[in-house]
């Protein structure tokens, strides 16, 4: 590990941060907040077209940016198919509450769909246990 500007231990290799581009960010915003808060993730960036939450020095952001092409989201087409995080039961229960629909529940891994589409998976963590992204 190297150390980082703020003196924080940088892992090389790991996520800086995610940027997903979406159609309705006012949607996203209330689907993803209440997961990432869940996950253990702070408010980080907000902007007129962004919102990003962060968890250490990795950050997750949602923006509507001008430039996006219209069509939606596909997690069967090329990009990104799923992000999957460690998280718990309650990270999950807080997607539910905000009208994230379950695709698959194996028991340790629950596979999430939001509204445009986006598919995150929260790997199940013993009780007490913290999220990442």
Aim: charged letters at 20%; proline letters at 3%.
């Amino acid at each position: 590990m190297d150390t980082g500007e703020r003196g924080v231990a940088v892992a090389r290799g790991l996520f800086h941060h995610v940027e997903l581009w979406v159609d309705d960010l006012t949607r996203a915003e209330a689907q993803w907040g209440p997961v990432l808060l869940a996950l253990g993730c702070e408010p980080f960036q907000h902007w007129e077209r962004g919102r990003s939450w962060r968890l250490g020095d990795a950050y997750l952001v949602v923006e509507q940016s001008p430039a996006l092409v219209p069509g939606g989201h596909e997690r069967l087409r090329a990009g990104l198919n799923h992000l999957a995080v460690h998280g718990t039961r309650a990270a999950v229960a807080a997607a539910l509450a905000a009208d994230w629909a379950v695709r698959v529940d194996t028991g340790d891994a629950v596979h999430l769909v939001d509204a445009q589409g986006f598919e995150l998976e929260i790997v199940v963590a013993a009780a007490g246990a913290t999220g990442s992204v």
